[in-house]
């Protein structure tokens, strides 16, 4: 079957820019993470949702961070006046439950110029 | 604290022979651990978890992992490897802090496998 997907794959902006990154989770799948993985790093955690909820959001770096998932399914994570700090790999994964285990996307790898 | 630690950034092994990659882990409580590959472009690949039950764990690919409780380590092992198993590994714990368990991963920094011929 489908795995988890994330478009795009690859986005290049400028500095202060506003970028939006998509993941679209297993089906089915009720949780969903989104991580962020700088180089020569592990994951981090960003946020948690259970459904369309924002369960924990406390990964967060700052206020220029969004995520929603309006109907419970799709995914955007949304950024703010980027910076350059932000460069980075964001990946989305799901699970059929919140403590299950959890499937990871590719990755959109993020370059902030 | 939570935390993991992957002491080796590198492990280098000839093909067929034993290989080892490294995880020790803090937590409060009792630990959920769990062991992930990622290869070149791809997304993180599930190996192997332990919750309860046996300390030595069996996954995917062959692989295995013995939780070891007084040594607070989850050691990755396979008896044979092989050059395909050249990536990048992850020990990772699951974050019990804050909003309780919300099923959020607290990673290792990655050690890289390298599998030579």
């Known amino acids: 079957g489908a795995g988890v997907s994330q478009t795009p794959s690859n986005k290049v902006t400028e500095k202060g820019k506003y970028v939006e990154l998509r993941c679209d989770p297993i089906?089915?799948?009720?949780?969903l993470y989104w991580y962020r993985q700088s180089l020569g790093q592990g994951p981090e955690f960003l946020i948690y949702?259970?459904?369309?909820?924002?369960?924990?959001d406390s990964g967060l770096p700052n206020d220029r961070f969004f995520a929603v998932r309006p109907e419970g399914s799709v995914s955007t994570l949304k950024i703010q006046r980027t910076e350059r700090g932000d460069s980075a790999v964001y990946l989305c994964?799901?699970?059929?439950?919140?403590?299950?285990?959890?499937?990871f996307g590719p990755g959109t790898r993020l370059t902030v110029t | 604290a939570q935390s993991v630690a992957q002491p080796e950034d590198q492990v280098n092994v000839a093909e067929g022979n034993p290989l080892t990659v490294k995880c020790t882990y803090s937590?409060?409580?009792?630990?959920?651990l769990f062991w992930y590959v990622q290869y070149p472009n791809r997304g993180l690949q599930f190996l192997l978890k332990?919750?309860?039950?046996?300390?030595l764990v069996k996954g995917s690919y062959g692989f295995e992992a013995e939780f070891n409780k007084s040594q607070t380590s989850f050691h990755l092992k396979k008896p044979s490897a092989l050059v395909s198993d050249s990536a990048l590994y992850f020990c990772?714990?699951?974050?019990?802090?804050?909003?309780?368990?919300?099923?959020?991963?607290?990673f290792g920094q990655g050690t890289t496998l390298q599998v030579k011929p």
């Open positions: 332990y919750i309860t039950g046996d300390n």
């Open positions: 990772a714990v699951r974050d019990i802090r804050g909003s309780g368990n919300t099923g959020k991963l607290i």
């Open positions: 089906s089915g799948h009720t949780a």
């Open positions: 949702f259970q459904g369309t909820g924002a369960a924990d």
């Open positions: 994964a799901s699970s059929p439950q919140r403590d299950g285990e959890q499937y």
């Open positions: 937590v409060s409580g009792n630990p959920y």
